[in-house]
């Protein structure tokens, strides 16, 4: 493997909604390679998003992706040694990273937070998300001010 990049494996779409973004975002989900409890656990999230929100005329899956968009950064700042010094330089995403960011994200601060069940703590992360608040999106934003607040260091980039 000196040379060549290995080739991305496709991934199957979930049986539920056919979506092979919600197929990835279970993958990340899993631990210890249980999977159907990682389906369920999603599922069973997207079914209290959709008691939550019976006011509003989108699916659930429709907000969880809504809420994927709205936590997923379009910039990061990465150190770059210059000189003796380090700079946060900051620098755009590639689209793959982007998603895999905002899945991450979105997962941790999920665990993180306080109640009952993983599926009660994803769907209060995937309300948040959706209404521009919570951890994720917290973290979303705090990574666009770092890099705004670094902006002079972009012509570091390379």
């Known amino acids: ?18 979506d092979i973004l919600v197929t990835r975002f279970v993958n990340d989900l899993m631990v210890d390679g249980k999977k159907n409890l990682s389906f369920k656990v999603f599922y069973d999230a997207l079914d209290i998003v959709k008691e939550k929100t019976e006011k509003i005329e989108k699916s659930p899956l429709e907000i969880w992706k809504k809420s994927l968009e709205n936590i997923t950064p379009a910039v990061e700042v990465k150190s770059r040694r210059v000189g003796g010094a380090t700079f946060q330089v900051p620098t755009e995403i590639r689209a793959e990273r ?5 899945i991450k994200s979105m997962i941790l601060y999920a ?21 521009e608040e919570g951890g994720a999106y917290k973290k979303k934003e705090d990574t666009h001010r770092m ?12």
């Open 1 to 18: 493997m000196r040379k060549s990049r290995p080739k991305k494996r496709v991934l199957l779409p979930d049986p539920k909604f056919n």
């Open 98 to 102: 982007k998603v895999s960011i905002g």
């Open 111 to 131: 665990r993180k937070r306080s109640g009952k069940s993983m599926a009660e703590k994803l769907s209060a992360e995937i309300l948040g998300g959706y209404n």
């Open 147 to 158: 890099a705004e607040a670094n902006r002079a260091f972009a012509h570091f980039r390379f």
